[in-house]
């Protein structure tokens, strides 16, 4: 059994150090051959509405700075509270 530690924590703002896109980390993933990457979303550009959210291999992330996610934040916009 493999164990892993992220060093970046989630809701870090990274820059991708190959290709210069910035975001916040908002997942990990441990592959069982030692690779850690982190999951990067960005923000949405104005002319297309679409973000350049992507995988990143930990060694390619530089850590620029952090944010404070609300529980209001997770799941789906307008969604009901569940019962």
Request: proline share 7%; glycine share 10%.
């Amino acid at each position: 059994m493999f164990k892993h530690e992220a060093l970046i924590e989630l809701g870090s703002k990274v820059r991708d150090v190959v290709t210069g896109v910035e975001g916040i980390v908002t997942s990990v993933c441990f592959h069982m051959t030692g690779c850690t990457r982190y999951w990067l979303e960005t923000k949405v550009h104005k002319e297309t509405g679409k973000g350049n959210d992507h995988w990143i291999d930990e060694a390619r992330a530089q850590v620029l700075g952090s944010i404070s996610p609300s529980p209001s934040d997770c799941g789906p916009p307008n969604s009901s509270p569940r019962p």
